[in-house]
């Protein structure tokens, strides 16, 4: 098979010198993790429409100039901008005490008070639900990223169909595999002129519980107290630092993280980890003096998380021309492999490009922001790392830079560096 | 060895026929954990002062009379009463967010502000202290029950030292191992004339955020609010009941587990476990329609966790005869050994006792409840579950009836249960 490549691809023995010192590099880069740090614990969580988002976005774009980026913008994006406030969850009977919550974020604020229903799916649902507050108790059972899409359209969609048969408030058992009692948010909608009712997470122990009062016919009731609000849309900012490709300046390679993450957490696996694998890319291949034939271009995402919008006006400003955009986006932990959208030809293409060094090409799929560029006919990648813990932290207070572990983090770059600069030089 | 055993024990051999049905028994015992849920998710938490530890109490009794005891009683006992309120702890540099908190038990309430100076032990305050907010982080080194003595010490004495030095308000890092961003609160006290100070615990993650800050030379100022009130003494209870002994009735056999939990989880590990250790203890002797030689007496202790009260009041009115008492009060994890204090002899007698069929006997200790009967001469008996997750529950919203395993609990159950029968039978 190596000989094979080495016949095939003109170059490839001396790209291959550069992905193995790449590699090398960002495997004792130490900067990786202490920019995860300066983010994480300097700037903390960042949610749309934050001064956190903001400081980071000031901090993306300094530090991308201080790495020596050949040319460094921001683009203006505006994002939807809500804000949790002071919420409560109280268990008012059959005994007294305030419950672990997070509203899901879209949520709209105010009181809702009444028994609570448990369900396990919409099924359930019907007009006994009328005045009660809707739990649905939806247990991730398959653990990793493979449990969370039988799970997550409850979060998008629960608040309306509860909504729909006369529930004042809902709630969800939080999406997460290890738990300790922590609640998890994420994004919700309202369905077209559904009824907005308050609608968030309770912890996967708290649902339990609630399962269990109801299975042995003990009423509970629950008052949901949220402040949250939505505000006009806010300015914000996609983060563009590039490196000028020397034969192919207008064929742009992509290498994005997202900067905006959830407000209860630091966004540290969520997605800070993505950010500095873009970041330290670009750093990386200008300490070593190289010299691309593309254009490699990092970007950092803004409001990945409700609305993607910084993907979207990217790709409508700039998608033209970009010839691939990787984006790591599921957590700092040991990679395991890639997923990518694009033609056949593509595909087979990018398999040849990792074969004798790179992780396996292992299905389908690429990331929320690089998604928009899909119309482009862009060839989109996804770096998949270990998902066994990543909804231990997914949306979560516990999302904090110790959960990355540093030498996981740099692997994850390693590879994310070399395939950028194959992807940026291979002329096949 | 068991050969020997059946020569030096008259009736041995029939008692470890009754050893063996109760264990059997036992480890079919679906009450148990069914009963743990009531306690738990039922009542829920019941700190001292507590409505829940009342209901508690009375639940306790309720259970004890279903099961046909021969006698229940509750013992009056008057507790402290310190109740929470609200209380937020806010960082507002370098950034303004709000970070998990829980004060510790017996903290005066009040609002402190200031800049955070991080310590890693005593020998670190001095008069830079002054006006400052104390951070002591110490980490947890060694996981489990051996690692809580090297902290615990902080979290009682923390208070007091950092006023010493002029400081508004202390922190401690919480002691735990699994973390998840969860804090873990416990009792704390102000030395004599001392400088009342808010303090509590932060999570580990935020204890290492501050560290990484200060290392760096960034100042961090934090707000501590807290509703923390100390009432008058409450009215509570022992919950005790018995079946009374045939050859030997004013000898007493103890089996316990205290009644009261801190007020942020359910304490289920904390110490459900030990109080189902002790009920279903009484409830499958009766079951079995066995009657022991000495008087068996379940104790459910009010109070173990901020005052000990309970323990206290019981040694005071009842202590003399008490022949030995078994205290289950580390969680209901896989039971590994015993643990107790008394007379060589008695440690001899015991050693004899778990000959055979029983968990080893591994060193020194019993229980915070049942040391106060040490000046009575009773032989004091602790059940020593795994404790490698203990630390990921203890005093911390996590401590939730579905962290207890079933089949843990019963496991626990069947150990309590046969040495509680082997110790009000055996004659030697």
């Known amino acids: 098979m190596w000989v094979l490549s080495l016949v095939l691809w003109a170059g490839w023995g001396e790209q291959m010198e550069t992905v193995q010192t790449l590699m090398e590099t960002a495997r004792k880069d130490t900067l990786a993790y202490e920019r995860l740090g300066e983010l994480c614990l300097g700037i903390g969580h960042r949610l749309s429409g934050s001064k956190g988002l903001e400081e980071a976005v000031v901090w993306g774009q300094a530090t991308m100039e201080k790495d020596g980026a050949d040319r460094v913008w921001l683009q203006e994006v505006m994002v939807p901008h809500w804000e949790r406030g002071e919420e409560h969850l109280w268990l008012t009977e059959p005994t007294h005490e305030e419950l672990p919550f997070l509203s899901f974020g879209g949520s ?3 009181v ?3 028994e609570v229903l448990v369900v396990s799916s919409y099924d359930e649902l019907g007009p006994r639900a009328e005045g009660k507050i809707i ?7 398959t653990p990793g990223l493979e449990g969370y899409g039988d799970v997550v359209g409850y979060r998008y969609g629960g608040a309306t169909a509860a909504a729909e048969w006369g529930a004042t408030g809902a709630l969800l058992r939080s999406i997460a595999d290890g738990s300790l009692r922590t609640p ?10 559904a009824e907005k009712i308050p609608y968030g997470a309770i912890t996967v122990e708290d649902a339990e519980r609630l399962q269990w009062l109801q299975d042995r016919g003990t009423p509970a009731r629950v008052k949901m107290s949220l402040g949250a609000k939505t505000y006009p849309d806010a300015l914000s900012h996609n983060v563009i630092g590039e490196i000028r490709g ?3 300046p ?28 873009a970041l330290e890319t670009l750093r990386l291949i200008r300490e070593l003096g190289i010299q691309p034939k593309r254009t490699i271009r990092a970007v950092l995402w803004t409001n990945e998380e409700n609305g993607s919008r910084g993907g979207k006006s990217y790709a409508d400003a700039f998608g033209e021309g970009t010839f691939a955009a990787i984006e790591s986006d599921l957590g700092g932990f040991q990679p395991i492999g890639w997923v990518s959208t694009g033609t056949g030809e593509q595909k087979a293409w990018l398999d040849r490009l990792l074969e004798g060094w790179g992780l396996p090409h292992i299905g389908n799929g690429g990331g929320v922001d690089i998604g928009h560029l899909e119309p482009h ?3 989109l990648i996804g770096l998949r790392p270990d998902d066994t813990h990543y909804f231990d932290y997914h949306h979560a207070p516990s999302d904090t830079w110790d959960a990355v572990d540093e030498r996981e983090l740099r692997e994850g770059l390693a590879h994310v560096a070399a395939l950028t600069w194959l992807l940026a030089n291979t002329e096949e």
Chains 1, 2 share one sequence.
Not at 135 to 141: C, S, T, V, Y
Not at 256 to 277: E, P
């Open 108 to 110: 709209v604020g105010g």
């Open 112 to 114: 809702a008070e009444g």
């Open 135 to 141: 739990l649905f108790n939806i247990p991730k059972e």
């Open 184 to 193: 998890h948010t994420g994004g919700m909608s309202y369905g077209e002129g």
């Open 246 to 248: 020397t034969t192919y």
């Open 250 to 277: 207008d064929e742009v390679v992509i290498v994005s993280g997202h900067l905006d993450a959830w407000d209860v957490g630091q966004g540290a696996h969520d997605d800070g980890a993505g950010v500095i694998h």
């Open 377 to 379: 006919g862009t060839l």
